[in-house]
């Protein structure tokens, strides 16, 4: 190995460029067949497919990487698949713009075709991106969801869980998006505080106060609290319902707050979860005021076909007019919104599938995932609390998995597919036998199934759910993002639990959100967007991927910042040139000279070093099995940096150059042991610069190689403190030099370290010095140099003339102060 076969500068985007090149991604594939090494699956989150992966992406992938690095060196079968979460919203919205039509403008299926095709290009983008970032990807382990493989299983769950009543079709409230025209679920409602209007309106007895008017057209009851003695005397009476006269009774109960409003409300079907809790509650009937595209119905009279909003309108105005409305104060209000498009969901009283929530069970196996970091649990926990409806699984949408079911046009019973004919689309299929009434004319059942019952079986996939292969579930690791534990992670053990009676995972891992340079959230609007291909092109993947790595840890939001990654880039610079030099010194140095070498020839701080190198493994191991990626990282950057380029090649490099050859063999060892196994540390982290590292001294890949193992027999705390020592001693050197502006090479005429047993041999070469050990006490003289007032004495006793007394004490000669001072004056 000579120094003209390693390049002077490091440069990332050749090497990155040169090893996706040459890399056989097998490698990274896991072996189904396998039972000698321990598992390790990872329940990867299946992106949804906007062809764009973004920062906050990429940072999960990052750990996600570093974990799947890490444990396939130490020895697991490992699994890091990718899937792609393709059903959904805005993939329909996206076709419909692209093509200029509305999903009812073409057929079904052609409109199926269209979200298919869009999906399958914005794949083929990300893939790009992943690959880019050197993400160890098992790709004969990749699923999609709208692909039948995948969704047989998610129909084939619906089946089971249907023919084990965990599934039931029922009219019910559910959140409905008027926009979007589909029911959705509680997880998918967000909240907004927005400015409204809270009216004054007299009913014939009472008067009530209401922010939404409109609904009076589906008042069903009025409230009051039965402690409030202002209506007491009318309760069980029936009350006229202004502008649209029908009769409500005046029903008490203790969930009315007496001091909002006026005291007494409209129970109307539905204004909001309390109205839904009251109509069960009192048995109260349904009016349907308003249809499925936020239109009023029939049953509001002369609004009828109106828009909600205008339709408010119109009746505040006629209130007006006929002088039942008496006043109006503006109120803030929490705002349920439609997660995708920010519509004000309604609640509308549907026929929809759902499936049955056990709360008790679920937080009963929250509890045997380990949480990284523990604190999120608390999240899911919270969440679960507020339980109170089931979960609604049906959309009224096209580009989703369809629900394997019929309905018997003669006697209307529910015909569920059998397992053996899905995957189906019940639109394009007849069911295969005849209804039990003898008909065979059938209804297919057009709602289709939530995207998050696709995704909830990405656990049960991956660990070879119906499959070929033997279930492997639990998974190891699911890692996500904190946005979803009330969606993927709550929906995850609620179906692992219904078809396996399972944990889906062993341990949930949760990253942070990525925050814009200037620390808000990063969004179009706002122009603070930074895409993973920005960095890799402008510094490397390595760089990023060390952002990554030390900007902050699992569960916390992490800032981008550009600095961060010309550090990381700094860092790249600074490891090429210090595995230069070593690789310089190791010609004629390699694997079998190591293995040969007899340590006992080490001098004290090859020792020293080999020591802090054998802890530092330590440390490594700890912290990576806790998933701790920055302390991890800012370890082996410290190592690299500070101990071995500041202080330990600084000492060795006498020995290197210098012609004694069983010293400069020492050191050589020593930088062989260190680098090898740096570029095994660093592998996880920074894959391209660590398989860079590693291939001048293999030719197998850094990522086929085992994790390093510590070396007990080099962790020495006698040969640490007297490496310490040495240490310390150059550095003082080293300053001594510089203060007065000598060339750091420059010889000393000699140097004299008392009462201290070390070997001087490399202070010596590190100093360019001749060095003596001695012993007793070294004769100083004592020189005075500088005054040093003290403000505490002379401060009380001078007052305002302190400062003029300093100035003088400071302009005179160190020597006459201490002179007078010893004079007692
Ligand atoms: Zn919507
Ligand atoms: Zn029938």
């Not at 059903?87 to 509305?102: A, D, F, Q, R, S």
């Not at 049906?394 to 019973?413: D, H, L, M, N, V």
């Not at 680098?675 to 982290?685: C, K």
């Amino acid at each position: 190995m000579t120094e003209s076969e390693i390049p002077k500068e490091y440069n990332a985007n050749e090497v990155e460029e040169k090893w996706m090149e040459k890399w056989n991604l097998s490698m990274y594939h896991f072996n189904w067949g396998e039972d000698t090494r321990p598992q390790y699956i990872i329940d990867t989150p299946p992106p949804y497919p906007t062809g764009n992966f973004h920062i906050g992406n990429a940072l999960n992938w990052c750990y996600i990487d570093f974990v799947a690095r890490y444990k396939r060196m130490r020895g697991y079968n490992v699994m890091f698949p990718q899937g792609w979460d393709c059903h959904g919203l805005p993939t329909e919205v996206k076709v419909e713009e692209t093509h200029g039509i509305t999903k009812n403008q073409v057929p079904r299926a052609e409109f199926r075709r269209m979200c298919r095709e869009l999906t399958t290009g914005n794949i083929d983008k990300m893939r790009k991106t992943m690959l880019r970032l050197g993400f160890s990807v098992d790709w004969s382990n990749e699923f999609v969801t709208m692909e039948p493989s995948y969704f047989v299983k998610t129909q084939k769950s619906f089946v089971r869980m249907y023919n084990s009543d965990y599934i039931y079709h029922e009219e019910h409230p559910v959140n409905w998006c008027p926009r979007c025209e589909t029911a959705i679920a509680f997880a998918e409602v967000e909240y907004e505080t927005r400015q409204t209007k809270l009216n004054f309106v007299h009913f014939d007895k009472v008067d009530i106060a209401t922010t939404r008017p409109e609904l009076m057209a589906a008042c069903v009851a009025v409230a009051v609290n039965p402690e409030d003695e202002r209506y007491s005397q009318y309760i069980g009476q029936d009350i006229t319902v202004p502008l649209f006269g029908q009769k409500v009774a005046l029903i008490a109960d203790e969930d009315v707050e007496p001091e909002f409003g006026t005291g007494a409300v409209m129970i109307c079907t539905f204004g909001d979860k309390q109205d839904v809790r009251w109509w069960v509650k009192y048995g109260l009937p349904l009016i349907k005021a308003i249809d499925k595209q936020g239109k009023m119905t029939k049953a509001a009279g002369k609004y009828e076909g109106m828009s909600i909003a205008e339709s408010r309108e119109a009746v505040i105005a006629d209130l007006k007019a006929t002088g039942f409305l008496y006043g109006q104060k503006p109120l803030e209000q929490n705002v349920g919104l439609c997660w995708r498009c920010d519509t004000p969901i309604e609640i509308l009283s549907e026929p929809q599938w759902f499936v049955k929530i056990d709360s008790d069970s679920i937080l009963k196996t929250a509890d045997e995932i380990n949480w990284y970091p523990e604190y999120m649990k608390v999240r899911l926990q919270n969440w679960t609390g507020t339980m109170e409806w089931d979960w609604c699984i049906s959309r009224q949408r096209i580009f989703a998995t369809p629900i394997p079911i019929w309905y018997c046009k003669k006697c209307g019973e529910v015909m569920i597919a059998e397992e053996s004919w899905l995957p189906i689309d019940p639109n394009e299929a007849a069911p295969k036998k005849t209804c039990a009434c003898g008909s065979t004319e059938f209804e297919p059942e057009t709602d289709v199934l939530d995207t998050w019952m696709d995704s909830s079986m990405t656990a049960l996939h991956v660990t070879g759910w119906e499959s070929e292969h033997e279930l492997r579930l639990p998974a190891q690791i699911r890692p996500q993002g904190h946005d979803i534990i009330r969606t993927w992670a709550f929906y995850t053990i609620l179906r692992s639990l219904a078809l396996e009676g399972k944990k889906p995972w062993d341990s949930i891992m949760i990253n942070g959100m990525v925050l814009g340079p200037d620390g808000h959230k990063m969004s179009k609007s706002l122009g603070n967007v930074i895409s993973p291909e920005e960095v890799t092109t402008q510094y490397s993947a390595d760089a990023f991927r060390q952002w990554g790595a030390v900007g902050g840890s699992t569960g916390s939001d992490v800032m981008f910042r550009w600095k961060d990654v010309v550090s990381a880039s700094r860092f790249l610079q600074k490891m090429w040139s210090i595995y230069r030099f070593s690789m310089s010194h190791l010609k004629g140095f390699g694997q079998e000279d190591a293995e040969k070498f007899p340590t006992g020839s080490l001098l004290i701080i090859d020792r020293w070093l080999l020591s802090k190198l054998n802890r530092l493994v330590d440390t490594a191991t700890k912290e990576l099995d806790a998933y701790q990626f920055d302390s991890t990282f800012k370890a082996i950057r410290g190592f690299a940096w500070e101990v071995l380029a500041d202080n330990y090649l600084e000492l060795v490099k006498g020995r290197l150059y210098g012609d004694e050859p069983e010293g400069r063999r020492a050191a050589q060892y020593v930088l062989y042991r260190t680098m090898n196994t740096l570029s095994l540390l660093l592998a996880p982290f920074i894959p391209f610069f660590a398989e860079e590292m590693y291939s001048r001294f293999s030719d197998e890949s850094v990522h086929t190689h085992a994790w390093p193992a510590v070396d007990e027999s080099f962790i020495n705390e006698e040969a640490e403190a007297a490496g310490e020592l040495i240490k310390d001693i150059t550095g003082e050197v080293r300053r001594y030099k510089s203060d007065r502006g000598m060339a750091l090479n420059a010889p000393l005429k000699k140097l004299e370290i008392y009462n201290a047993n070390i070997d001087t041999g490399d202070i010596a070469g590190a100093t360019n010095s001749e060095v003596e050990l001695m012993e007793g006490v070294p004769s100083f003289e004592y020189v005075p140099v500088e005054v040093k007032p003290n403000m505490g004495i002379l401060g009380p006793r001078f007052r305002k003339d302190a400062g003029t007394v300093v100035k003088v004490l400071k302009a005179e000669n160190p020597a006459a102060v201490e002179a007078q001072v010893a004079s007692g004056k």
